[in-house]
């Protein structure tokens, strides 16, 4: 039903920003739940953000003032811009899209964020 492809990933130093995109496809975009996750290797996944259909954002403490999550309806795309960024960032970060009607939940396959000097 919905395929989503994350972009953006790559090796920043620590201090330096990002953005990370997610372009989903299928319909009802609009009416998904968005969100940002991120896993380091032998930890468990780790919610970052999140961002409503009316565009209500959350944030992870660790995160909170240094990144944000934003959705463009018309280009079927979420974005997490990364600033600040610190070395314990370093994770492969992953996109998820929920809906209500019918339930359903989807995941794209990662892009890897190394901060690094």
């Known amino acids: 039903q919905v395929q989503l492809v994350e972009s953006g990933g790559g090796l920043v130093q620590p201090g330096g920003s990002l953005r990370l995109s997610c372009a989903a496809s299928g319909s009802g975009f609009s009416l998904y739940g968005m969100a940002w996750y991120r896993q380091i290797p032998g930890k468990e996944r780790e919610l970052v953000a999140q961002?409503?259909?009316?565009?209500?954002?959350t944030y992870a403490d660790s995160v909170k003032g240094r990144f944000t999550i934003s959705r463009d309806n018309a280009k079927n795309t979420v974005y997490l811009q990364m600033s600040s960024l610190k070395p314990e960032d370093t994770a492969v970060y992953y996109c998820?899209?929920?809906?209500?009607?019918?339930?359903?939940?989807?995941w794209g396959q990662g892009t890897q964020v190394t901060v690094s000097s």
């Open positions: 998820n899209a929920r809906r209500w009607a019918p339930t359903g939940e989807y």
């Open positions: 961002i409503t259909p009316i565009h209500i954002t």
